[in-house]
């Protein structure tokens, strides 16, 4: 096994060596006023060179989602929320107005107030039916049953993650759920991508009418197709190639079949 020491000397050399223009910035840096308040010795030169950009960038799909999810939470506003494997920045935020409680099927060792984190295997929920009243589950359905995270290989792993989250959602409760959208494929094995249709499938059991959709929010491929899309087209899936979905569901308090016949007794 190499010593970590050696690969760290290593990795910078190489950065060094790919980093002309930083050398030259040293330089600069070192012949300028209060330079010699820190050392700058080659040993802790670590060059970033990619960060030079007009404007910030950043992750469309994750600071979009997790910003629209919090907001949902924020107007949904329960007494405590649930989140299964999301983004933790998305739970350690939130959790700052709302009691939040993470479970994922690897645990983190995460400590905030009004957060806890707990180990749960998302094709068996350590909740009773009917139970939860706000609950996310983002960017982590598409990965069930792919081995990516050391899960067991399942090509129905999703549909059975999908249907155990719905077991528990309560009566009036929420489901925020996010996934990517566009042709629908399997990148093996980082991901599955959905067409908005499969998407509504799964929630459209005539078996079980218990679930209608609140709102969904569309977030572009790329910066020149604009920002998110609150309340969108569902017709925009059809051209995205890898795009992010957002689905906020509610369950009926009664199935709308149930709610048809009281009407008419």
């Not at 549909?159 to 566009?182: D, S």
């Not at 599955?192 to 005539?206: K, L, T, W």
Request: glycine fraction near 4%; include cysteine.
């Amino acid at each position: 096994m190499i010593p970590r020491p050696l690969i760290d000397f290593i990795n910078r050399t190489r950065r060094i060596l790919l980093s002309p223009f930083v050398l030259k910035d040293l330089f600069t840096f070192r012949q300028t006023k209060g330079a010699h308040r820190f050392t700058t010795h080659f040993s802790d030169f670590y060059p970033c060179i990619k960060d030079k950009t007009v404007k910030t960038n950043f992750d469309r799909h994750y600071i979009y989602h997790t910003s629209w999810a919090a907001r949902v939470v924020r107007e949904v506003f329960p007494s405590f929320h649930v989140d299964i494997s999301s983004s933790l920045y998305f739970s350690g935020i939130v959790s700052a107005f709302v009691p939040v409680r993470f479970y994922d099927y690897r645990p983190a060792d995460l400590a905030l107030s009004n957060l806890t984190s707990e180990k749960g295997d998302l094709l068996n929920l350590p909740f009773k039916d009917k139970s939860i009243k706000s609950i996310s589950c983002m960017h982590t359905i598409e990965h069930v049953g792919l081995g990516r995270y050391g899960d067991q290989i399942e090509a129905e792993g999703d549909l059975k993650a999908i249907a155990e989250l719905k077991r528990v959602v309560a009566p009036g409760g929420h489901l925020i759920l996010v996934l990517p959208v566009g042709k629908p494929r399997i990148e093996f094995n980082a991901h599955r991508i959905y067409s908005y249709e499969q998407v509504m499938e799964m929630f459209n059991d005539p078996a079980d009418d218990a679930f209608e959709l609140k709102e969904f929010t569309f977030i572009p491929e790329y910066a020149y197709q604009g920002p998110i899309i609150r309340n969108a087209n569902p017709a925009l899936v059809k051209n995205a190639h890898y795009a992010c979905g957002c689905f906020w569901f509610v369950r009926r308090s009664a199935p709308s079949s149930s709610r048809e016949q009281n009407s008419t007794t």
